[in-house]
Structure formats: structure tokens, C-alpha cells
């Protein structure tokens, strides 16, 4: 149906949202065999310190951060002695290093030594081979063939990367290239978090490091640590083209460990191994995913190697030659997960029926499933009652072995009995331990920038991603009819909205829910959804929202089937013209291309699933500050006031209620 939704030439629009934040990651202690295994890697000085108060670690919220480069993440972290720790064996020198100029430098590594960078780089290997995050990369020997370049993000936000030389001889070359997310000046949370750039000359964007103490912007670095036993396991699940389910606590290491044996799959090793073209991750973790923005569960079909965090690839590209793809997708809430826990298996088990159909038609490569840490702790006869439907071949089980309690061994003794009636194979393996220095960055800080990097994806001419370093202000919206006019059908049959459903939510105040919120618009083929097209009640205010209404026999919003129904897009809502009927959406230029398949009678909005965009609503400021603007007595926006004034409320005994996200 042309015509229904149309992009507004509009650069502007007051939406006013209530922002959701952040939750504190807890660090825990190292235990002492935990040290004595940190003590024992050649890139570690001889003592590790153990972390005795945590609380003691920045909590990094935007208005704690300072603008200027080079300052610190936060005041108090510049009073904290961090410890200085070694992170390669590698060292600078003529015999260690073949060329070097302003755009490259290639080096020699010996078996075994290990070498590390920070920023972004392109690297191909010239003699040799080389290991990173599980990846195997070796030189072309074939006559004729091209050296191969790969691309890799080492950032200070996560432990730094470890390249390991694999032949006895090693050679490689490493390449400058431009910064693809250049989000500093939207968000003070991307800043100083790539290369340091020097005060005069021209600079790479990576560096060599082989130190903590070596880093300018002192930053809390801390090496990669793996474990002997990852090696060994990530080989063995390898081996075979089977389904491998990795599981265990919070913060344990199930995404490190998906990501490294994806690696492997895709890499191959060596003469040993040929690498596989593609294979297909099942992402159940809705706080933390791999592939696509949080608040889903989601199929991907991986065919790129993964060599970053999940914000320098928070969505694939539709239709990229060569790139991943997300074959289908459901809407989970990141918090109160457990009140839709009915909704995540049965969408799990779609999920499985997709996968299962793809091998149908033709063999699709390995499954690797990652979980949610709260399915191991709190609902882990949940976990049990997944397992025939997994079936996996491989269980891959995380448990720091120094200190295993009597509900963990309970745990580790039924999944060993339930995967002999499966005849799988249960492979215990090390959790991997707290690094000496606890990075600054929450859970919380994390999903933000992958959210905010998913929004500002833009096409690219590579099969690298690019980002947009302009504020979501300058972005068109797409505009949606909530009632038939007489040029436009009305553009969507409704809005479910996720609550916690001991508190459901008066339906006129979706409108203000609405505002300025993360959505997942839905496409739906359900008989019985599509056939409330038109019918559904409406809020009873001037902005009319159509929406679902509780179910009278469980007292909650019935959700989609997902059988019958997929995530297209997410989007945020921008704001409203209330005289037009019309609902401006933000979708990222790089996956604008889905919304044109959209029918109005199938498509359904859910609002919920995701935390608030509270990112979006400073990028103006904070982008005006970064371009030498914010002088004194410039008027900001209307959701945006500078600290000193938000210090000065409270007056006359009367509360401050304000957002934390201050100018």
C-alpha cells in the first residue's frame, strides 16, 4: 500500500521519554586459586592484586564523565592507583619489527609470544599464522592468491585481545583505518576508548601496547585471560558439525566462549581443519546479544568472523554480499524477563523449528546456542525441560571449579544425567576469572552504546559497518497514520505494551510510554491478530493509540505467536503531530530498506522489551558542546539542562525530579 508511511522532511521534534538506567555490575573477589592461575601467564606480573572493595570501582553515568579528550573516565578513578599490568610478551625492537611508517607496521612473532594493540586495524598475515579471539589466520601459500585482510576493534571498554604466533616463524602486518564508529562527540561513553591521539603529527588508528602503565590515556586496560581448558574444549566442539549449548551463571563467560568456537568454525585450523562458510548462532540472552539490539531472542546465520564488541556490529546489514543475517527474530523483555517466560520458550521454540527447516532444505552448518545467565540460577528446570529440545551434542557448563558450592555440584550431577538420555557430551570448563582492574563499564553502559550504534548504522560500500556521527535529529523520520485518513490507510493494527502484569498499565498513558521509546515493529500473518485491524479500543485521549487490551483470562496482554509473527525493525519514537493523526519513527539509515515491505494490516508495535533511549535525548547537546558551541546563555534543548542549574533545584524543602543525564 503506497503512501502509508512517508518520510517527513522535519529536522525537529520535542519528544519528552522517561529514561531507564542502569544497574551496577557486581565484581567479586578473585579467589586465591583464581590468582595463582592469573600469576601463572608469561603477560602478568608476578603478583595479582585481589579485589578486596568493589563498591570502590566508577560507576560511569554520563554526567561524570568529562567532555575534554584525554580526561579521565572519572574523578575519583585518577586517585585510585591502578595496577600496572603486562599484557604481551612481545617487545619493541629492530629484530621484532621488518617495516614501519605512517600508515603500517609489520612485525615478527615468535611461537607462542603474544603481542597487543589498541584501536582499530586491518591486518593480514605474510608468514605464518596467528590466533585471535579464537580465530585462526594464516598466510596464503597458494600461488596467485591474494594476501587476505581482516579487520579487528580493540577497545578499552573490553579486556584487550591477545594476537598469539602460531608457526615458528610469524609475520604480520598491521593497517591503519578510519575510526567506523565515530560516536564521541554524541556520547562521552565512545570517547577515549580507541587510539590515542598524539598533541602534534599524525596518527595511527592503533598502537602497540604492551603494558597498562604503556597506555597515555591511563585507561584501567586489562589482558585477555583464557583459560588452558578453552583451548582444549573450543577444538573438541569444533570437531564435529553438531548443535553446542553453552550455559552457566552471570558473568561467567558463555558469550566469550560462543564467540571464540564461531571463530573457530569459521577459521578452520590449519591443515587440521578446513574453515566453514557460514554457521548459525541462537542467541537467547536478551541483555546481552551478540548480533542485534537487546530486548529479542534471535536466529543469526554468522558468516563474518567476529573480532570486536557487539556495538561494532549491533545489526546486520539487509541484503550485504557476504554478511550476516538474521533469519528471524522475537521481542523478550531485558527485565522482568520472568514474567514472560512462557513467551521466551515459545519462542525458542520457533526458533528451533526455523533452524531445523533451514537444515532441511540444505545443510545451514553448526548451531551454537548461547543462554542467559538467569536461566542457569533462577528457573534452571526451565534449562532442563529446553534440553530435548536443544538436543545438543556439546553442553558446554561455566563453574569457577575452586569453589563450587552443593547447589552447583546438584546442578553439574543432573544436567551429567540428563545429557546421557541425550547422549551428549557435558564439558566442564573454567569460568573465566575477575581481571585485576574492573572496568569502569556497566552491563547497563554497554546495551547504551550498542543501542545507540544500532541507530546510527549507515549503508556502506564494504562489508565493513559505518556509522552516522550526526545526532538522530538529522535523521527523516518515517511517519505512521494511527487513524484512516483520506490520503493514507491507518499504518499499524495496534501497540502491545510489556509491564510487569501486577501493574498494568492504564492504556492512556501509552501515549506518554510511547514517547520517545525504544519499539520492535512486528510483522504479523495471525488470522486472529490481523482480523483486529481497524477494531481494537483506543486510547481516550486526542492521540487515539490503538492497542491490546488485557486478556480477561490470565489478566495480561495476550503477546504474538511466534510462530506466526517476526521482529522487522526497531525503532524509536521521535514524537507526535497530533493534528495529522501521524507518529514519527527513527529507523537507522542501514536497515531502512525492511520498512518498505511493511503492511498495514500486519504490522503490530511492541513497547517494553527495551530500557530507555535516555542516550538519545543529549546527542544534540552533547554533539553542539563537541563543535565548540555550548557558551554561556545558548539556549538547549527542552529535555537538556546544565548541571549547575539542576544543582541549584531542591529549594524550599521541594524534591529535584530530574533524569540523570545532565549538561
Known amino acids: 500500500m503506497p503512501g502509508k508511511r512517508k518520510r517527513s522532511s522535519a529536522a525537529n521534534a520535542n519528544a519528552d521519554a522517561t529514561a531507564v538506567h542502569s544497574e ?26 585481589s579485589i578486596e572493595n568493589p563498591s570502590s570501582a566508577n560507576s560511569l553515568v554520563s554526567s561524570e564523565i568529562e567532555g575534554e579528550e584525554g580526561r579521565s573516565l572519572g574523578e575519583d578513578e585518577a586517585s585510585v592507583p591502578q595496577p600496572n599490568v603486562q599484557l604481551c610478551t612481545w617487545r619493541y ?34 608468514r605464518g599464522a596467528i590466533n585471535i579471539n579464537g580465530a585462526n589466520f594464516g598466510a596464503v601459500l597458494r600461488r596467485g592468491e591474494q594476501p587476505k585482510t581482516s579487520r579487528a576493534y580493540v577497545l578499552s571498554t573490553h579486556p584487550i585481545s591477545v594476537i598469539k604466533g602460531l608457526d615458528s616463524e610469524n609475520e604480520i602486518q598491521f593497517l591503519s583505518c578510519p575510526e567506523t564508529t565515530p560516536l564521541g562527540s554524541l556520547n562521552p561513553l565512545f570517547r577515549n576508548i580507541w587510539n590515542a591521539k598524539p598533541l602534534t603529527g599524525r596518527a595511527k588508528s592503533f598502537s602497540l601496547i604492551t603494558e597498562s602503565d604503556a597506555d597515555p590515556l591511563h585507561r584501567p586496560l586489562t589482558p585477555e585471560i583464557i583459560p588452558d581448558d578453552w583451548v582444549r574444549q573450543v577444538d573438541e566442539c569444533a570437531a564435529t558439525f553438531n548443535t553446542t549449548l553453552v550455559i552457566g551463571p552471570p558473568s561467567s563467560g558463555k558469550s566469550n566462549f560462543a564467540k571464540r568456537l564461531l571463530n573457530r568454525y569459521l577459521t578452520g585450523h590449519g591443515r587440521l581443519a578446513q574453515p566453514i562458510s557460514s554457521a548459525l548462532f541462537l542467541d537467547l540472552d536478551t541483555s546481552k546479544p551478540a548480533y542485534t539490539p537487546h530486548g529479542q531472542i534471535s536466529l543469526v546465520l554468522v558468516r563474518q568472523v ?19 543475517e538474521i533469519v528471524r527474530s522475537h521481542p523478550v523483555p531485558v527485565h522482568n524477563t520472568l514474567n514472560y517466560l512462557d513467551h521466551f520458550l515459545a519462542g525458542t521454540r520457533d526458533l528451533l523449528r526455523t533452524f531445523q527447516g533451514l537444515n532441511q532444505q540444505q545443510p545451514s552448518g553448526p548451531l551454537i546456542v548461547n543462554t542467559p545467565g538467569w536461566l542457569y540460577t533462577s528457573t534452571f528446570s526451565t534449562l532442563l525441560d529446553l534440553l530435548p529440545l536443544l538436543k545438543p551434542r556439546n553442553l558446554v557448563v561455566l563453574a569457577d571449579a575452586s569453589s563450587i558450592d552443593v547447589d552447583t555440584a546438584s546442578k553439574l550431577h543432573t544436567l551429567d544425567t540428563a545429557s546421557r538420555k541425550l547422549n551428549a557430551a557435558v564439558l566442564h570448563i573454567s569460568a573465566i576469572p575477575a581481571p585485576p582492574t574492573p572496568s569502569p563499564y556497566t552491563d547497563a553502559h554497554h546495551r547504551d552504546m550498542h543501542m545507540q550504534s544500532y541507530f546510527h548504522l549507515r549503508l556502506s560500500k564494504s562489508s565493513e559497518p559505518a ?21 493514507s490507510p491507518q499504518s499499524l493494527i495496534g501497540v502491545i505494551a510489556l509491564c510487569d502484569p501486577s ?38 485521549d486526542r492521540f487515539g493509540i490503538p492497542y491490546f487490551p488485557v486478556d480477561q483470562d490470565t489478566g495480561a496482554v495476550k503477546m504474538l505467536d511466534p510462530a506466526s509473527s517476526r521482529i522487522v525493525a526497531t525503532a524509536l519514537v521521535r514524537g507526535w503531530d497530533v493534528s495529522r493523526g501521524v507518529v514519527q519513527l527513527l529507523v537507522p539509515k542501514g536497515v531502512e530498506s525492511v520498512m518498505t515491505s511493511l503492511r498495514s494490516d500486519r504490522t503490530v508495535w511492541v513497547v517494553g522489551a527495551c530500557e530507555g533511549a535516555g542516550w538519545a535525548y543529549v546527542e544534540e547537546a552533547e554533539y553542539v558542546r563537541s563543535e565548540g558551541g555550548g557558551v554561556e546563555g545558548q539556549e538547549l534543548d527542552p529535555w537538556v539542562e546544565r548541571r549547575e542549574v539542576v544543582e541549584g533545584m531542591g529549594y524550599l524543602c521541594v524534591p529535584r525530579r530530574v533524569r540523570r543525564f545532565q549538561q
Open 24 to 49: 551496577e555490575r557486581n565484581v567479586k573477589p578473585i579467589s586465591a586459586v583464581a590468582a595463582a592461575k592469573l600469576r601463572s601467564q608469561p603477560f602478568l606480573q608476578e603478583e595479582v592484586p
Open 93 to 126: 625492537g629492530p629484530d621484532y619489527v621488518s617495516s614501519e611508517s605512517e600508515e603500517q607496521v609489520t612485525i615478527c612473532l615468535k611461537k607462542g609470544a603474544t603481542i597487543t594493540l589498541i584501536g582499530c586495524f586491518d591486518f593480514t598475515v605474510l
Open 306 to 324: 567476529d573480532l570486536g564488541p557487539p556495538y561494532t556490529h549491533p545489526h546486520p546489514l539487509p541484503k550485504s554480499a557476504g554478511g550476516n
Open 467 to 487: 556509522f552516522s556521527s550526526l545526532p538522530l535529529t538529522h535523521l527523516p523520520p518515517w511517519e505512521f497514520f494511527l487513524n484512516e485518513t483520506e490520503t
Open 503 to 540: 501493574s498494568l498499565t492504564p492504556p492512556n498513558s501509552l501515549q506518554t510510554i510511547l514517547n520517545g521509546a525504544i519499539v520492535h515493529i512486528m510483522d504479523t500473518s495471525d488470522p486472529d491478530i490481523i482480523g483486529q485491524y481497524g477494531t481494537l479500543p483506543r486510547t481516550q
